[in-house]
């Protein structure tokens, strides 16, 4: 049962495994002409739009430019398929599933398998102030960061600036740590990374042979810094915004984490239909295996889930100033926030 009350009067319903299982049974069932038909919407588009950027290049870079960065936005969407895939939820085949992973994979640059077992561990933990550290942003608590090296203060600043957060991270992470799998990863994520790298080499090398290496590696980094960026603040605002759910292990609790620690975040419809409907992060953390096209009916099904407060695209910006979690006062703080503990001597030593 869960240990802390809901956003909303409405949700008591969820309040437990049985209530909010019952309430999306349904929503968790696959439909094969429903995913088809995203995938033709998806990654149809995305190899059209390769097909006119390398017919651009003979009229206009600006063309080629303005094609590669609606080519990002639309990575972020296929980045949700694989998403799906990697939840077993886009389609019913397992096989459907890990084949389409793999290929959209491909696209997206990251390893099928063993990103799937690093965003399984995220669902199991998010939230958990216990278990930070796996498929998350990293989030010191107030007290750690007082009691934190000079050194170490400084690499967390460094992470959590916007600048590098949503422009040089991405590339460093689907170009290059991508690349590498963990070495608490088992074999089968291991060879998973190996293999992906092997795919994306074929993928690349034929692309190569068509527009050059120089117009394709312009741009195949813009594609990613567009995909990667948009991706990682979606990421980011569903789970740093005002409201959020932290809790040590003993007073964590599966719903509340869900219901309270993953936003809802409403976007313009032409925005929803790009991010694949994950703003409806809520539901999505409640069961993950919920294809991405059943999310908003799921949401739109009970009060429970649609009287939750959403955060819009505005609102949204002023998740940017939260950088820690204060355990007392049970909220998301920006550094600013440090400046009351500058009173005292012990602490002051600390900033």
């Known amino acids: 049962m869960s240990k802390n009350p809901p956003q909303s009067d409405s949700t008591d319903s969820v309040t437990s495994s049985a209530g909010w299982m019952d309430l999306v049974a349904e929503h968790q069932e696959s439909n094969i002409w429903r995913a088809n038909w995203q995938l033709l919407n998806s990654v149809g588009s995305y190899a059209a739009l390769w097909v006119l950027m390398y017919l651009s290049l003979s009229v206009s870079w600006w063309l080629t430019m303005g094609l590669?960065?609606?080519?990002?936005?639309?990575?972020?969407?296929?980045?949700?398929?694989?998403?799906?895939?990697?939840?077993?939820?886009?389609?019913?085949?397992?096989?459907?599933?890990n084949v389409w992973g793999f290929l959209t994979g491909v696209l997206t640059f990251t390893p099928y398998y063993h990103w799937r077992w690093e965003h399984s561990r995220h669902h199991a933990t998010s939230g958990n102030l216990d278990r930070r550290g796996l498929g998350d942003i990293w989030t010191l608590t107030v007290e750690e960061y007082l009691q934190a090296s000079p050194g170490k203060k400084f690499s967390y600043r460094l992470a959590r600036n916007p600048l590098i957060l949503f422009f040089a991270a991405p590339l460093i992470i689907f170009v290059v740590r991508q690349r590498f799998s963990l070495s608490s990863a088992k074999p089968r994520e291991k060879n998973s990374v190996r293999m992906m790298n092997l795919a994306i080499l074929a993928f690349s090398g034929t692309l190569i042979a068509f527009f050059g290496f120089l117009p394709w590696f312009i741009i195949q980094l813009t594609i990613l810094a567009i995909g990667g960026g948009g991706g990682l603040w979606l990421f980011y605002v569903q789970h740093q915004f005002e409201g959020a759910y932290w809790e040590r292990n003993e007073s964590w609790d599966y719903t509340d984490a869900a219901m309270k620690g993953s936003s809802f975040y409403k976007l313009p419809r032409i925005l929803q239909w790009l991010s694949g409907n994950i703003g409806f992060h809520h539901i999505h953390h409640l069961s993950s295996r919920i294809p991405n096209y059943n999310l908003e009916r799921c949401h739109r099904s009970d009060p429970a889930f649609s009287d939750i407060c959403p955060l819009t695209f505005w609102t949204s910006l002023k998740s940017l100033k939260y950088r820690l979690?204060?355990?007392?006062?049970?909220?998301?703080?920006?550094?600013?926030?440090?400046?009351?503990?500058?009173?005292?001597?012990?602490?002051?030593?600390?900033?």
Request: include cysteine; glycine fraction near 10%.
């Open 68 to 97: 590669a960065l609606l080519s990002g936005a639309l990575l972020v969407r296929i980045f949700i398929i694989f998403h799906d895939c990697g939840h077993g939820s886009f389609f019913k085949s397992n096989l459907a599933n």
């Open 325 to 351: 979690w204060d355990e007392k006062a049970g909220k998301l703080v920006g550094y600013g926030h440090l400046k009351q503990f500058a009173k005292s001597p012990a602490s002051a030593s600390n900033l």
